[in-house]
């Protein structure tokens, strides 16, 4: 289990729509709020969900 810090940086295995596959994380708690890197969307996932989307972090 990860744990998410506003303003962390997160790589996801997929890229989004636009291309990019970075996102910033807005807000935490049990759904975490990310905003993609590419187009500034934003999205609100679960945090079990994003677990297994993100790529693994050093």
């Known amino acids: 289990m990860m744990t998410y810090e ?3 940086i997160i790589h996801t295995k997929k890229p989004h729509v636009c291309g990019s596959n ?3 994380v807005i807000r935490t708690g049990a759904d ?3 905003k993609c890197n590419g187009c500034a969307r934003e999205v609100m996932i ?5 677990d297994k ?4 972090q050093k």
Do not use: E, Q, R
């Open 46 to 50: 679960p945090k079990f969900d994003l």
């Open 22 to 24: 970075a996102w910033t």
């Open 53 to 56: 989307k993100i790529k693994a």
């Open 32 to 34: 975490i709020k990310i």
């Open 6 to 8: 506003v303003g962390m």
